[in-house]
């Protein structure tokens, strides 16, 4: 059983689309995140949601929209995509939010830009 | 600026070594987990180190949490060609009074039979 999923797995697009990338976990977890992980592999947290509401919101440029329609999903938006948004971007959930809980990665949706 | 520092940053050896790595920081961590992230996969927590000086084990590997809470390190005995991956340390923080996981850069690491 999958416990984070994501969809899709691989994007590829052109400068200036539009895309959504999905998000679920069946955890029954209470908090989602939004992570972005570049291509020296360095994970940055964009957003955390903690009982839908947003609790983390990174400096991430206002084409990224995370929406999240119930707690066990967290969906990612993205407006005129750009060259530098290719990425590997992952979603997460963790039990609560706050200090030592574990967080469950989903496989990531490797998004290039072209 | 990185929080946390992770060393080295790629390594390569063959089965059956040791090898140690590390993540080092200046500021004093409530806690700080390990992950492994492999290929095409998110990253897969392996522990939690939470009090100063504590040491956990997991079948082969080692992990230490520093006296002064500020470091940690990774000690792998007799390498196996499934330890691959890259391994990831993560740290909670508290910025503008919200908890947040703060991530080194990884250490790459390739264990060839």
């Known amino acids: 059983d999958t416990a984070v999923s994501q969809t899709p797995k691989y994007l590829v697009t052109q400068m200036g689309n539009d895309k959504s990338i999905k998000c679920e976990q069946n955890l029954g977890h209470d908090t989602m995140y939004w992570y972005k992980q570049d291509s020296k592999k360095f994970l940055k947290i964009m957003f955390s949601y903690n009982n839908k509401e947003l609790i983390i919101n990174e400096t991430v440029p206002n084409r990224f929209s995370p929406k999240s329609p119930d707690k066990a999903h967290l969906n990612l938006h993205i407006n005129s995509l750009e060259l530098g948004d290719s990425a590997v971007y992952f979603c997460?959930?963790?039990?609560?939010?706050?200090?030592?809980?574990?967080?469950?990665f989903g496989p990531g949706t490797r998004l290039t830009v072209t | 600026t990185q929080l946390l520092e992770q060393s080295p940053q790629f390594l390569s050896i063959q089965e059956g070594e040791n090898l140690t790595v590390y993540c080092n920081s200046s500021?004093?961590?409530?806690?700080l987990q390990w992950y492994r992230q492999e290929p095409g996969e998110g990253p897969v927590l392996l522990v939690t180190?939470?009090?100063g000086g504590e040491v956990k084990k997991l079948k082969r590997l080692t992990f230490q949490f520093g006296d002064a809470r500020k470091d940690s390190s990774l000690h792998i005995t007799a390498a196996q060609p499934g330890d691959t991956g890259l391994y990831l340390c993560a740290a909670d923080v508290i910025m503008d009074s919200n908890y947040q996981l703060i991530w080194g850069a990884g250490t790459k690491l390739i264990i060839k039979p």
């Open positions: 997460a959930s963790s039990q609560g939010w706050g200090d030592s809980y574990e967080q469950y």
């Open positions: 500021s004093v961590f409530s806690s």
């Open positions: 180190v939470v009090t």
